[in-house]
């Protein structure tokens, strides 16, 4: 049951967290956690309602989750991507395992991770270490668009790949917060043969990731809409479809 109100935690702050409510289009949904969570355990999946209209102000420059930071950015990169290891918000920020399911302290300077095998991301590349590994690598490339990222891994000196689902992050110095890190902005895992195969700039189009919504539809002047993502390795969460649309006036968002 923790896991289906998490969901319910998720799709309130979207609405939220953004500051805005849902557009006139439709109606903010009055999601019931009790009767939610109950129906969820006889059916296997809560659905809400099909769509859930969020009006914001603008839209991030990009898809990018470690070039982007702003408020309608953040809550689109908790939807599209997925970290090694995830805060439980219910649970005084408790950490728990995501991408990587155990974590463990090898020596002062390093901290190897076992990662979750059978993950795919939306285009259907599988999930492996070698995607942890690009994902951090980038934060070194002055040319990539996580450049800006480099800075909150400054401890973090390479990332070795000991297997295909497992990882070891060497630091240049002790780090009590890497656990921490590896579960805040920019630790969003991304696909390195994508990435590599058609380059940055469309994958701050694209946005593809493992997390359970996909992009649908994205225009940056005026709607941005997320598909669940059925070949999601949890649960899937209960509303079908997350529509971001661009209402500048706070007067017509409200």
């Known amino acids: ?65 470690a070039a982007e930071l702003s408020n309608v950015g953040t809550r689109v990169t908790y939807n ?27 020596d002062d300077l390093t901290l190897e991770l076992k990662l979750r095998e059978g993950v795919t991301f939306h285009n259907g590349d599988p999930f492996t270490a070698n995607d942890v590994k690009f994902t951090f690598d980038r934060f070194k490339n002055p040319d990539s668009a996580a450049a ?23 630091t240049v110095a002790p780090d009590p917060l890497i656990e921490n890190r590896l579960a805040s902005w920019a630790s969003w895992i991304v696909p390195k043969d994508y990435i590599e195969a058609n380059g940055e700039e469309a ?3 694209n946005g593809i990731g493992t997390g359970p919504y996909k992009i649908a539809e994205y225009e940056p002047s005026d709607v941005l809409s997320l598909d669940v ?8 969460p209960p509303i079908n479809r997350l529509t971001f649309r661009v209402i500048p006036e706070a007067s017509t968002r409200v």
């Open 1 to 65: 049951m923790k896991r289906k109100l998490n969901w319910l935690w998720l799709l309130l702050a979207v609405a939220l967290l953004t500051g805005a409510c849902a557009a006139p289009a439709a109606p903010a949904v009055n999601i019931n956690p009790e009767t939610a969570a109950a129906n969820a355990e006889s059916t296997g999946r809560t659905v809400a309602r099909d769509e859930l209209v969020v009006g914001v102000q603008g839209f991030p420059g990009g898809m990018d989750p």
């Open 203 to 205: 994958f701050a189009r």
């Open 148 to 170: 800006s990222a480099k800075g909150y891994f400054s401890t973090f000196d390479n990332i070795e790949v000991v297997d295909d689902y497992t990882v070891r992050i060497h």
């Open 229 to 236: 993502n059925e070949a999601y390795w949890e649960e899937l």
């Open 80 to 106: 599209v991507y997925d970290t090694l290891i995830r805060r439980n918000f219910l649970n005084n920020n408790v950490l728990e395992p995501a991408l990587a399911t155990t974590w463990e302290r090898i």
